[in-house]
């Protein structure tokens, strides 16, 4: 016996009324990437619900593939069984034994939705609740606290059954509420701010800055391992690596040296901001925390976005770090982050930055320089990198060739 279909449940897209279409339009194509890899999946979504449909695929590792989806609130493997007796007692107690954590105490929750069968109600929740009993040890019924609710459902065409509620991703599906370019630093703040971006509905892409030979091959990597760890959310992410060297080398000699980072962060924002006109974003997202660093004061932050009238995210602006490490722990980008290989921006951290920069005195410290060539050039030479996990699967599939 195989779990044979999963139930899929919204949350938040179930509050869109009108726009509730569109949304599970949207999610539905994403739980088609993000299954790519079990083509004889089926999945039907309706208006309330979505069924996954496994069609002989692993139950558990469909499940941990949609635990990541945003959109979905929360999933629950299900059987579908003929309508007899000992096939849903049997079945019952096969969905106990196969849950994600052990119980200790249950609830049969019988529904005739067929008024043709011959038990009711309540004989359907004493005969399954007692074969349950009497074939599995240290099991109890509790009415009204139960570890498990088990539902079963007795319809013109069969039995279904479910009960357990796996917790998933929540938010709203990528792609709904646009695009935006992410300002990938190689620390922990920022891939934390791309991940809480896409739970809002947000497709990004991600901005790094690369300063060879301050910055090393492996810094770059770091970067390359961070955008491919984004991509798992949504099976794809476009990483555009940006040479900033030659602007660097320019700030350290035109700028004063407590202004060097002030003005580094406003030219970043112009060469993403470029970026994002190029790929048709409507926003740019960053890591900032507002006081954790000098760049990040309400100062700081008031004289960098001068640059740009784009609307800028900070999903991280309240929070403590602790909290963003907390997080980054949880999705799994804390030991690349932590990587001991150094950022563009660390590399060239003033001994004193300034915290509270004022605009005038940097338009002025900026106005002996024509920067815009600069930012022309490293748009033109930016790399771009696209990770997929359809083509991550058939590089897999050729490589096993050889």
Request: aromatic share 8%.
């Amino acid at each position: 016996m195989k779990f044979d279909h999963i139930v899929v449940r919204y949350g938040e897209i179930t509050l869109k009324k009108r726009n509730r279409k569109s949304f599970i339009t949207q999610l539905k194509k994403n739980v088609k990437n993000a299954l790519m890899d079990y083509p004889d999946v089926r999945i039907e979504a309706q208006h309330e619900r979505m069924y996954i449909h496994l069609n002989g695929a692993g139950h558990e590792e469909v499940i941990d593939r949609l635990k990541k989806v945003y959109g979905i609130s929360s999933l629950s493997p299900a059987l579908k069984v003929d309508k007899e007796i000992p096939a849903i007692q049997e079945s019952a107690l096969f969905y106990i034994n196969h849950l994600s954590r052990d119980i200790t105490t249950f609830k049969i929750d019988a529904k005739r939705a067929d008024k043709t069968f011959p038990y009711s109600t309540y004989d359907l929740n004493g005969l399954i609740g007692g074969y349950c009993l009497q074939h599995k040890e240290g099991l109890k019924v509790d009415v009204h606290n139960p570890e498990l609710k088990l539902r079963v459902e007795v319809r013109k065409d069969a039995a279904y059954i479910t009960g357990e509620k796996i917790a998933a991703a929540g938010g709203l599906p990528i792609g709904s509420s646009g695009s935006a370019m992410l300002m990938l630093s190689g620390g922990i703040d920022s891939p934390v701010a791309g991940f809480l971006t896409m739970k809002r509905g947000v497709e990004i892409e991600c901005v790094h800055f690369y300063s060879p030979p301050f910055t090393s091959e492996r810094s770059k990597q770091k970067v390359i391992d961070l955008a491919e760890k984004l991509s798992e959310v949504n099976g794809r992410m476009v990483l555009h690596i940006v040479p900033f060297t030659e602007i660097q080398k320019l700030i350290q000699k035109q700028i004063p040296d407590n202004y060097t980072m002030t003005t580094t962060r406003r030219l970043m924002l112009r060469v993403t901001d470029a970026i994002r006109e190029q790929r048709k974003a409507l926003a740019i997202v960053t890591g900032e925390s507002l006081g954790q660093v000098a760049s990040q004061t309400m100062e700081s932050m008031y004289t960098i976005n001068e640059v740009t009238n784009t609307p800028i995210l900070r999903p991280l602006l309240a929070m403590d770090k602790t909290e963003i490490i907390e997080i980054a722990e949880r999705i799994g980008t804390h030991d690349i982050s932590i990587r001991p290989f150094e950022d563009c921006c660390t590399v060239f951290t003033p001994a004193n930055p300034k915290t509270k920069p004022r605009r005038e005195k940097v338009n002025h410290y900026e106005s002996f320089t024509d920067f815009n060539p600069y930012i022309q050039e490293a748009v033109e030479k930016t790399e771009t990198i696209i990770f997929s996990s359809k083509e991550k699967k058939k590089a897999e599939t050729v490589e096993e060739l050889f």
